[in-house]
Nanobody
Framework: QVQLVESGGGLVQAGGSLRLSCAASGRTFSSYTMGWFRQAPGKEREFVAG????????NSADSVKGRFTISRDNAKNTVYLQMNSLKPEDTAVYYC???????????????WGQGTQVTVSS
């Protein structure tokens, strides 16, 4: 099992930046595919970005391409989401997720963090 704890959320003006971090427990972090998801009020949770276990492959949703970047540091058991040019529509609770195995970066995650709120004011 792996436990995930997100941090770095907050309130930012449109056009600003935030970096989310997700710290994972366990010694096998480098074996897990990691992802970021978000859920806005009244909406379903949606995929934001995913990264393979060794960091060699990454993918992101069309809505954040060119603005958000996912990365990981396996030595620190941490995955990051750098968010630039933030928009009010990026306001949501952001969740970190992990899974062991599988080729998809978008689906079938098994472990979830508690979430961190990101609010973008206009």
């Amino acid at each position: 099992q792996v436990q995930l704890v997100e941090s770095g959320g907050g309130l930012v003006q449109a056009g600003g930046s935030l970096r989310l971090s997700c710290a994972a427990s366990g010694r096998t972090f480098s074996s897990y595919t990691m992802g970021w998801f978000r859920q806005a009020p009244g909406k379903e949770r949606e995929f934001v970005a995913g990264i393979s276990s060794n960091g060699g492959s990454a993918n992101s949703a069309d809505s954040v391409k060119g603005r958000f970047t996912i990365s990981r540091d396996n030595a620190k058991n941490t995955v990051y989401l750098q968010m630039n040019s933030l928009k009010p529509e990026d306001t949501a609770v952001y969740y970190c997720a992990a899974k062991y195995g599988g080729s998809s970066l978008r689906y079938n995650y098994d472990y979830w963090g508690q979430g961190t709120q990101v609010t973008v004011s206009s």
